[in-house]
């Protein structure tokens, strides 16, 4: 294996619907743009997060509960603009949750695929109440899984899973799900990585086997003051090319 000298950074969080100008949005804000990123994935935030800098793709509004302007379950954020956009994936994929764009970065081209896949009870007891638990997170990973062997090479898939990755507390049945349709057809940068309690991650960063992580870096959700400024922790991985 030979890698290449040149790195990317790409970091994803998620800002538990912090509003862009609020205190705990720029502790995100600060600790994101610290990794120097030149992607981040962005779940349940707002579009003007990042202000005018950078370029932005986003999921589709409606992800089946109430829309409140400006929100988006997954947003993608890049120092060069974007091409292929594509916020719909797969007839089958549940909506408002998926965008996918490429974009040129210092490794190359890269195909980027945003995702906030379903929480356990997404859409039981709120939203549409029409599913059963697990029922609507194993419908995306079906229908992600199908889509998936579309993109071409030298990709990476990251945001919110919704999963602890080595399986901790999830269902077999939720866990072989995404087994089959992401972890296994590309490496996961953050599998083992736990947060500062212990906890393995849910928010994940997956790359194609042509990409080598040459770093991993939990973001902390804990302000200096102590309040906690997200539910997640963040995660920074800096990507390499495998030109062997």
């Keep these: 294996m030979r890698v290449t000298s040149a790195t990317l950074s790409v970091t994803t969080f998620n800002c538990q619907w912090r509003r862009s100008k609020s205190a705990a949005a720029a502790e995100i804000r600060r600790a994101i743009l610290a990794t120097d990123p030149e992607i981040v994935c962005l779940t349940e935030a707002y579009l003007d997060f990042f202000g005018d800098e950078g370029f932005v793709i986003e999921a589709d509004a409606d992800y089946g509960y109430p829309i409140t302007a400006g929100r988006r379950k997954v947003l993608l954020w890049s120092r060069q603009p974007w091409s292929m956009v594509d916020s719909f994936g797969h007839a089958n994929l549940p909506p408002g949750r998926f965008v996918c764009g490429t974009t040129q970065t210092s490794i190359g081209a890269l195909a980027v695929i945003g995702v906030c896949i379903p929480w356990s009870a997404a859409h039981v007891s709120s939203g549409r109440r029409d ?31 919704n999963q602890r990755v080595p399986r901790k507390r999830q269902p077999e049945i939720a866990f072989a799900a995404l087994q089959a349709a992401i972890l296994s057809r590309m490496e996961i940068a953050t599998a083992h990585i736990v947060s500062s309690v212990g906890e393995p991650l849910i928010d994940h960063i997956c790359h194609s086997r042509d990409l080598v992580p040459r770093s991993c870096a939990v973001l902390t959700n804990i302000a200096a003051d102590g309040s906690e400024i997200s539910d997640h922790v963040g995660v920074n991985v800096q990507l390499s090319l495998n030109i062997s």
Excluded: C, K, M, N
């Design 131 to 161: 599913q059963t638990l697990w029922a609507e997170h194993l419908d995306y990973l079906s229908a992600i899984g199908t889509w998936l062997p579309a993109v071409p090479a030298r990709q990476i898939v990251l945001g919110d899973f």
